[in-house]
């Protein structure tokens, strides 16, 4: 989006130059005289610089692509536009700039264009009016846009058409609601050919380019320099066009109309924009721009390449940098614990070398730990207890903190149990023997791990 | 024309910069994966470590509360059955020495005590076990004798001083 552009119409001999500037959201257009003050934005060195491609010199054709995906219709619409023109493609330059479904599931699409012939001589037609325009626009787009712009409640139904009158040439453009059916050049005096093109609109349905029946009004908005003059505007007002009335509106500040709509254009504001400046006629400017674009882009790859590359080099550096730091940490704490200089153990041979220090040393410890064991006491004391309360005689009883083992004799088979139980609530894995009864009916027995 | 040739110079830097960082990318995040892989079983190895420690630490301690006693010096046991079972003598006691770290030594002495009550027997090795250092009951064996209440008794003690 550009920020300030300028609009030329030198269509009716003297040009007339129109600033337009984005302000506040919208868009301030104002004429402005010609001068050596705006010389360089004429030359398209300040700002942007628009300029129109009349219908004479160029062309517009609309397509109908039997696609109803975007993608392909795209592909075939140079071919089709091929066959529509009665010159080769290649000589020419193009532009597809509005796309709408058509009938049956078509699309159907605007294209505009203009021979390279036509637009060298057109730049050469500026050149000598010291105009060099980054922008060569389709003037019958540039006045439909405006004219929309300008007066946006376009019935559907209506057809309606956008002259711009000129002293000796005019450009009648015709379209239907908001769809744009075609623009013509035409002698301002040849107003029975005026009649003629807007018959052949009457009834075309813009949709589908079909007949779709008789239509009895239009509008006519009428721009250009010769709209101000009352004896052109009666020999207009007595076309006999089309099936019924018409409303005849005069646009405002009318002979600035089409500097306005081209100023507006090149801001980059709206729909269906061209530049018809290609094909190796490109301004030098726009080339500049273009070429300074690329370098740019270049240029961010470029440092997006870099940093990639930085980023990389550095993340990995401090990854390893992390792991030698935490190599480094497992080695301080293995030697710490070995006591001595581990060498170049690592993982799990380090971890051998400590933990065969570590069993050493708590080989060597391991009194002081017993010495804080448990009494065993408390184990002798609960034998007894209940080796007396089960009514067990207890002929030896041999107890280390490991291990224990009881022979004695009971006076009954089960009168072992409690003092089994006991013992394995204390955590001895013990198992009973017994013996067959005694003569004097005890029976001894066994118990050991 | 040199517009141009920056552009085409720019372009393949650009090609070659983003090729070369596409390349590293690839390259650092095989890197980090490799590297992740690494920390996570140093990560591991670490635990083990300090698992040692704390296991090692138990030992450690005990060590300590030692060091921190008062006393380094056992009472004789002979002593503490005099007290704790007056007239009883202790039988052919056997002494055996480990030596331990820093000085300390591990001293286990085996005594035998015939026909003694019981319960004398319990209240005696308590008191033994009261000791600073303690004495520890390490084994005992029990044996019955006639009278109810009384038995023959083998007992192994151990203490931790610094002779």
């Not at chain 1, 010291?130 to 946006?152: F, M, S």
């Not at chain 1, 004799?409 to 017994?434: F, H, I, Q, T």
């Not at chain 2, 372009?11 to 590297?35: D, H, K, N, P």
Request: with cysteine.
């Amino acid at each position: 989006m550009k920020w300030k552009s300028y609009g030329v119409d030198d269509l009716d001999g003297k040009p007339i130059v129109v600033r337009a500037r984005q302000r506040g959201g919208g868009v301030v257009a104002e004429t402005v005289a010609p001068g050596p003050e705006i010389e360089d934005c004429l030359l398209g060195r300040r700002g942007v610089c628009g300029a129109a491609l009349s219908p004479r010199q160029s062309f517009s054709h609309l397509l109908d692509a039997p696609f109803s995906g975007g993608a392909k219709a795209r592909k075939v619409l140079p071919t089709l536009l091929d066959i529509q023109i009665p010159f080769p493609l290649e000589e020419c330059v193009y532009a597809f700039v509005d796309k709408h479904k058509g009938a049956e599931g078509s699309v159907r699409v605007l294209a505009v264009g203009a021979r390279l012939a036509d637009v060298r001589s057109r730049l050469s037609e500026l050149a000598a009016k010291k105009i060099d325009p980054n922008v060569l626009d389709n003037e019958g787009l540039a006045l439909w846009t405006q004219a929309g712009r300008e007066h946006p409640n376009a019935s559907p139904e209506k057809l309606r058409v956008v002259l711009r009158l000129g002293r000796r040439r005019s450009t009648v453009v015709v379209g239907r609601g908001k769809r744009y059916l075609g623009a013509h050049a035409v002698l301002t005096d040849n107003t029975e050919k005026i009649a003629r093109l807007l018959r052949a609109y009457v009834g075309k349905d813009g949709r589908t380019g079909q007949i779709a029946g008789d239509y009895e009004k239009m509008e006519w908005l009428c721009a250009g320099a010769a709209a101000a003059d009352t004896e052109v505007l009666e020999r207009i007002r007595r076309i006999p066009a089309g099936a019924g009335d018409r409303s005849l509106t005069i646009a405002r500040e009318p002979a600035a109309f089409l500097a306005r709509a081209l100023a507006i254009r090149a801001l980059g504001i709206g729909s269906m924009r061209c530049n018809l400046r290609g094909g190796g006629l490109e301004h030098s400017a726009s080339v500049r721009r273009s070429l300074h674009r690329r370098m740019t882009v270049a240029a961010i790859f470029v440092a997006g390449g870099l940093l990639m590359c930085a980023g990389a080099l550095i993340s990995e550096r401090r990854l390893r940098s992390n792991v030698a730091q935490a190599e480094e940490a497992f080695r301080h704490e293995a030697e710490r614990m070995a006591g001595h200089d581990v060498g170049g153990a690592k993982g799990e041979h380090a971890l051998r070398i400590v933990a065969a220090r570590v069993d050493e040393l708590k080989e060597e410890l391991r009194p002081f730990l017993e010495a804080l064991r448990p009494s065993l006491t408390r184990e002798i004391v609960d034998v007894m207890t209940v080796g007396k309360s089960s009514g067990l005689r207890i002929d030896v009883l041999s107890i280390t903190p490991e291990d224990i083992s009881i022979d004695g004799s009971a006076p009954s088979w089960r009168a072992c149990d409690e003092l089994l139980r006991m013992l394995r609530e204390n955590g001895y894995a013990v198992k009973l023997d017994r013996q067959g009864e005694r003569e004097d009916q005890w029976i001894p027995f066994t118990i050991r791990k | 024309m040199k517009s141009r040739n920056t552009i085409s110079l720019l372009s393949i830097a650009a090609a070659l910069s983003v090729a070369a960082g596409a390349v590293l990318a690839v390259r650092t995040e095989s890197a980090i994966r490799s590297c992740a892989a690494r920390l996570s079983k140093l990560r591991a190895d670490r635990d083990d470590l300090r698992s040692m420690q704390k296991d090692l630490d138990r030992y450690v301690e005990a060590r300590r509360l030692f060091e921190t006693a008062d006393g380094s010096r056992a009472m004789e046991l002979q002593e503490v059955l005099s007290a704790a079972l007056p007239g009883v003598k202790v039988r052919d006691p056997r002494d055996t020495y480990a030596e331990l770290p820093e000085g300390w030594v591990a001293r286990r002495q085996e005594i035998s005590l015939s026909d003694v009550p019981l319960n004398g027997v319990m209240a005696f090795v308590q008191a033994a076990e009261r000791c600073r250092p303690p004495w520890r009951l390490m084994r005992c064996i029990i044996r019955g004798a006639a009278a109810p209440g009384t038995g023959n008794v083998d007992l192994t003690f151990e203490v931790i001083e610094k002779p």
